[in-house]
Every structure is written in structure tokens, then in C-alpha cells.
């Protein structure tokens, strides 16, 4: 996520040295605009904070009658929920604890709080700027990232907007008088499935009206990591050439995917179909989660600055 830390201290530091420049230049005019911008941005800043757990619990209600009500689609109602008793839950240490343990708690809940939403918002800088990826119209291949199909053959609205990208892709490569590239459909078989979904894919591709001849069908493969390894022996094989190319995903996944393209040995950027709209706080968050887990060691060091720096605070 180091684009991501890169984009907030640069603007961080941009808007210091503005701000420096207008109390500098001490001119009326400027000032009195500087001041109606920041109210315009802060106001609804300061009115997504406040009403934010309202805002996620929207979220739950409709994901909830929408989508199965497994833990992955309850993060946002978790997180609402957790907003919403947490000045409670702040009161109720301060009383149940003597002062230097009740601080040492409370510093510890915010630290770790602030550390995680800075790394939240480092993430989704990182992700916004892969999505505004434009890939020239000169590809060698496309691969889309499968997902899991609907009773183990049929594909999903979810996977069939990816391969619908990848299609509009080969056909916007050939309007620009580009040969087309090949369409790989990447997706291994599930235990509940009764065919490979790379197969199901491709099927659909060719459905669509795509010759059969430009999509090819990868059947190994069970997660994101494995479709970029399977995708590239493919590639391998067809003799082409390793970084001409992209993959499609939803553009939730775009970031995280482009991570394991590249521990493939695949240097290549994605991207991405729609999503639904009740469906992407869930998503994000997902991801969100899965990125930390990959970097276990650097946040452990971190949470343990932390914890260090909530005892001192409480000592002193």
C-alpha cells in the first residue's frame, strides 16, 4: 500500500503548504475563498463522520435481504453496530477501571483504531489508482478471473459482467484496427460444482459470439494466485508475449489482484466490471481484510509500538 502512503502525505503536505501560502500572502479575497472551500469540503466531512454508523447499517439492511447471511456479508452491519455502542462501551471502561488501566485501554482502542483506518484509507487510495488504469488496445491476451457458479454450472451475474468486460475489451481492441486478443477464462472446479469454471466461462464467451478459437478455458486453478500461475502457463504455451496483457475482475478485486499477478511473474494491470452497489462496502472491506493478513509480521511490530505507546501514555 506504499502508492496509497505516498498519495495522503503528498496531499497532507500540499494543503500545508497552500494553507502557509495563503496566510502568507494576507490577501482578503484569497482568504475568504480558502475558507468557503474548507467549509464546503469539511461540512460533509463532518456529516458522513457523525451519521457514519447510520450509513453502514443502511448497508447491512440491504445486503442482508439480498445476499446470504454469512459473516462475510455482516462486516458492515458489524462495524455499525460497533460504532454505535462504542461511546458506550468508552464510558463503561472509564468506570469499571481505576484511571491508569482505564486510560491504558482506552489509548489502546484508539491507536489501534486511528492505525487502522489510516491503513483503510492508504488502501483504497492504492485501489482508486489502480482503477483508473486505461490499458492501450494492443493486448496479447485477457485473463478473467473466475468466481463460483451458480448451481455448479451456470455462470453468475457476478462472473458473467467479468467476462462481458473482457468482451467488450477484444471488440473495442479490434474497432481500433488491432487484432483481438485471446480471452482466458481462469477457474478451477468447486467441490459443490459440476464443471470447471473456466469451462462454464468459456461456454458463456462463446455464447456471447466470440470465435471459439480466441477463448481458451484454464481448469486448475482454486484461488487469485493460482488463476495468474495457471493463466501465464497458458500464455507460456501460446507463445505470447508475458506483459502485453490484462486481466478483468471486479474492480473491488482490482488492487489485491494485481498483487498476485505480479507474484506470478505476470506484469500486467486490471480491470474492472461493475459491482453492485450494496454489494462493494462488503466487498471493500474483504479485501481490506485480506491485505493485512498477507503483511501478519509489519502490523504485529505495529501493534506492538502501540501497545508500548498506550502504557507509557497511561504511566505518564
Known amino acids: 500500500m506504499l502508492n496509497g502512503f505516498l498519495l495522503i502525505f503528498s496531499l497532507f503536505f500540499t494543503l500545508i503548504s497552500l494553507a502557509l501560502f495563503v496566510v502568507n500572502i494576507d490577501n482578503d479575497i484569497l482568504t475568504r475563498l480558502s475558507l468557503i472551500i474548507f467549509i464546503i469540503i469539511a461540512i460533509p466531512l463532518i456529516f458522513l463522520y457523525t451519521l457514519q454508523w447510520i450509513l453502514w447499517l443502511w448497508n447491512a439492511w440491504i445486503v442482508w435481504r439480498k445476499e446470504s447471511h454469512s459473516i462475510a456479508n455482516m462486516l458492515t452491519l458489524i462495524i455499525g453496530v460497533g460504532i454505535l455502542i462504542s461511546p458506550f462501551i468508552v464510558n463503561l471502561i472509564k468506570v469499571t477501571f481505576d484511571n491508569k488501566f482505564g486510560d491504558f485501554v482506552i489509548s489502546l482502542i484508539q491507536l489501534s483504531i486511528f492505525y487502522i483506518v489510516f ?94 478459437k480466441l477463448v481458451l478455458a484454464e481448469t486448475q486453478s482454486k484461488n487469485t494466485l493460482q488463476n495468474m500461475q495457471f493463466s ?85
Open 119 to 212: 491503513c483503510f484509507i492508504a488502501f483504497i487510495s492504492s485501489a482508486v489508482m489502480c482503477l483508473l488504469y486505461k490499458p492501450k488496445k494492443d493486448k496479447d491476451y485477457i485473463i478473467v478471473l473466475g468466481s463460483g457458479l451458480l448451481n455448479g454450472n451456470q455462470v453468475s451475474p457476478l462472473l458473467a459482467a467479468r467476462i462481458d468486460k473482457g468482451i467488450e475489451f477484444m471488440k473495442q481492441q479490434v474497432k481500433s484496427g488491432n487484432k483481438s486478443p485471446i480471452l482466458i477464462c481462469s477457474g478451477g472446479q468447486g467441490n459443490d460444482e459440476s464443471i470447471p469454471e473456466g469451462t462454464a466461462m468459456q461456454n458463456y464467451a462463446i455464447k456471447q459470439g466470440i470465435d471459439e
Open 232 to 316: 501465464k502457463r497458458v500464455i507460456e504455451t501460446k507463445k505470447l508475449n508475458l506483459s502485453n496483457g490484462i486481466f478483468v475482475s471486479n474492480n473491488y478485486h482490482i488492487y489485491r489482484a494485481s498483487g498476485y499477478a505480479r507474484l506470478a511473474g505476470l506484469n500486467i494491470n486490471g480491470i474492472g466490471a461493475k459491482t453492485s452497489y450494496f454489494f462493494i462496502p462488503n466487498a471493500i472491506i474483504r479485501e481490506y481484510i485480506a491485505i493485512l493478513m498477507s503483511h501478519k509480521k509489519l502490523h504485529l511490530f505495529i501493534g506492538m509500538v502501540i501497545l508500548i505507546l498506550s502504557i507509557l501514555k497511561a504511566i505518564n
